[in-house]
């Protein structure tokens, strides 16, 4: 049972993984090895950072405390990302205004449009992701992974174990995702998983808490 949790974690976790994948491969970016390693690494660390800590927590309260207070944590993230999900997809109009806003806060602007849309880390535009647009790339698809981590730890999961499955689990789905988007048209998949995330986070946190 609890593997099946933690696999239906990183599938919820790495399905901007899927997405990005999907958006690469439809314009021919290649994302060598090495990068995708270093992508995958960023949320390996971001999971292990935060389930450590959540642990660290977790002995301060009781066990029972402790699994429901994670299963809060695991709704209100995938409540939080499943709000984002909706947002990405108001009109292009809408996201061009807010991105002109964004870029002006340098650095973290530049990772939330990256997140918003991920063709951008390709920065010299070289078809691409080199060792250090796949730092920037990391960093953006990590972001979910912190607070989602801090909450799964609650439960308590291995975060070697969890770190381990969300890793693999993020490249499968990006090599996938870069499959697909060579093979097919698959302009609208994007939008069409990315409310799953929420869903599914939302599933678990509801799940634990009863």
Known sequence: MELLTLIAFALALNMDALGTGVAYG??????????????????VLTILFSMTAGRLVAQLISPAFAHRLGGILLLLVGIW???QSLRETRPEETLAEQTVMQIRIKSLGLVIQVLREPVRADLDRSGIISAR?????????????FGAGFAVSMFGFSPLLTAAVVGIGHIILTYAGL????????????????????????????????
């Open 133 to 145: 647009e796949a730092l920037l790339l990391g960093a953006a698809l990590a972001m979910d992974a």
């Open 179 to 210: 499959l697909l988007g060579r093979s097919f048209a698959c302009t609208g998949l994007g939008q069409r998983i990315a409310l799953l995330p929420g869903c599914i986070l939302i599933a678990m946190g509801i799940f634990k808490i009863r």
């Open 26 to 43: 439809l314009r021919q970016i290649r994302i060598p090895l090495p990068s995708l390693l270093i992508i995958s690494g960023m949320s």
């Open 81 to 83: 990302i499943f709000v």
